[in-house]
């Protein structure tokens, strides 16, 4: 069966069918609340959104996307290492003290 027209698309309509899916399997299977789905899905098409157009803004406002996609790859890349930092702590904060 093919899912569209081109054999390279399959791949990627399957993988969308299946994040889609995982919510409806939680939801009917493992006694998620669809309520907390339904708003989870809601307030990330906000932030995705409200990304998509401040950034839209930024890049109209220094004329080149550029300088957008620099800053942008700075702040996840420090976004990055602050959370890699935080994990590391957790996971040195668990692990007991050998005492020799």
Known sequence: M???NKDWLDVPVIT???ANAVPLFGVLFLGWDAFYV???YWAENVV?????LAGGF???ALGS???FLVVLIILKTIL???LHNRE???ATARRPVSTG
């Open 16 to 18: 969308l069918l299946a």
């Open 80 to 82: 990055d290492i602050n």
């Open 88 to 90: 590391h702590k957790k």
């Open 65 to 67: 996307p550029t300088v």
């Open 58 to 60: 930024f890049v109209m």
């Open 48 to 52: 995705m959104h409200v990304a998509i």
């Open 2 to 4: 093919k899912l569209a």
């Open 38 to 40: 339904v708003l989870l």
